[in-house]
């Protein structure tokens, strides 16, 4: 693979990141149906690596995956250090619900410690924080004491997962130097723009957007089609079928794909590139992520970045989105919807079930 992926700066330190990111979510036990094949897997993601697209994301709550990237570290970082290929592994810090009134400050470092054994690290490039309750109070407190870690050397940069503009402003102010949010944001989901955005460019954060290909369904696979059957065969399915619901039905997202299909067709190239480019181009997005348990997409993935959209294609895919229901709200407002479809779906005490 040539190397191609374009390089975003985070936090102004000289640190960078690869503007597609390879999310960890689908590797985890859990997510999906299908077992994966890690030696493959490890090989194209060096070879992923060496094609310029460097960045890992994962949590502390995704079963065996920072053990999983560390393994990769220990077997192919020294050969792509030789290459002169750095690596960055993004994990998140994300307490239990029935813990979040009991934490302290002890009770986080030990999680971070552990993040630091499993990636097989002395400092974690960026932990992105998480509060399932804004109701609970301590999201200000338990930030503050990641930033104490921070300044201890343990962490590089701080960001959080799924905040809203308002609290992400609260911890701002509190004077923790965030650098990022990991937000939903996609052609489907385009609740970023309603205030987390402007909050980004006032106070120099990068989003780092999952969602980017709604767990596939941003994809030609499902054009004409009808909506699977449940079981949905992974956990992203389960999640963005109820995105596909929130912008209008299954009717509505398939002339969606159709215009995708069309743009891609004339370009050459898949509607899940269309789908990548067009969020890479958004004010303040940093990076997308893309989920995968295998290499199949990498190479497909890669091309959207050579993808240029032209007046046309843009004035299309504009006219398709404003034919979906806008989704209402901030960044994971819906999620947070006590007893909502969404908050039913997730799984919120993770740490304690898998401990
Ligand atoms: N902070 C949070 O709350 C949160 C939530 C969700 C995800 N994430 C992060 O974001 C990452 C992305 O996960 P996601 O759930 O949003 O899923 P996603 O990246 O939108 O979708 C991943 C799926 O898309 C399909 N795909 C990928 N490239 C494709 C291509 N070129 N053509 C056709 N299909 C393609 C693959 O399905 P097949 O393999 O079936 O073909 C893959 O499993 C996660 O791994 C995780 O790191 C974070």
Not at 32 to 42: F, M, P, W
Not at 203 to 225: H, P
Request: net charge negative; hydrophobic share 45%; proline share 3%.
């Amino acid at each position: 693979m040539e190397r191609r992926v374009p390089r975003v700066a985070l936090g102004g330190d000289g640190y960078t990141i690869s503007a597609l990111i390879v999310g960890g979510w689908q590797l985890s036990d859990g997510h999906r149906a299908a077992a994966v094949d890690e030696a493959a897997l490890l090989r194209d993601l060096a070879a992923a690596a060496r094609a310029g697209w460097t960045t890992l994301d994962c949590a502390d709550i995704y079963t065996g995956v920072e053990e999983l990237f560390g393994r990769f570290r220990a077997t192919h970082g020294a050969s792509l250090r030789e290459d002169g290929v750095e690596l960055q592994v993004h994990t998140k810090y994300v307490p239990d619900l029935d813990e979040l009134s009991s934490l302290t400050s002890e009770s986080v470092e030990r999680v971070v410690d552990r993040s630091l054994r499993r990636l097989r690290v002395d400092r974690l490039d960026l932990v992105q924080f998480a509060w399932w309750d804004y109701g609970i109070p301590g999201y200000v407190e338990v930030a503050g004491w990641l930033d104490d870690l921070r300044a201890a050397g343990k962490i590089r940069h701080l960001g959080v997962t799924n905040f809203d503009a308002p609290r992400v402003r609260e911890i701002l102010d509190a004077g923790v130097p965030l650098v990022a949010n990991q937000v939903q944001y996609s052609l489907l989901d385009r609740r970023p723009e309603h205030a987390m955005v402007a909050l980004a460019r006032e106070r120099g954060l990068g989003l780092l957007c999952y969602g980017a290909l709604a767990g596939g369904f941003l994809s030609s696979k499902y054009l004409g089609r009808p909506a699977p059957a449940e079981p949905l065969a992974n956990r992203s399915l389960v999640k963005y079928r109820l995105v596909v619901d929130e912008a209008g039905g299954w009717e509505r997202y398939q002339e969606l794909l159709a215009t995708l299909d069309a743009v891609a067709e004339r370009h050459g190239r898949t509607a899940s590139a269309v789908a990548l480019r067009w969020l890479l181009a958004r004010p303040t997005v940093a990076a997308a992520m893309v989920g995968t348990f295998h290499g199949e997409h990498f190479a497909a993935n890669l091309d959207a970045l050579s993808l240029v959209l032209a007046e046309r294609d843009g004035k299309e895919i504009e006219t398709a989105i404003g034919r979906l229901d806008d989704l209402e709200g901030d960044v994971f407002g819906l999620e947070r919807v006590a007893d909502g479809p969404h908050s039913r779906i997730m799984w919120k005490n993770l740490s304690a079930e898998r401990r």
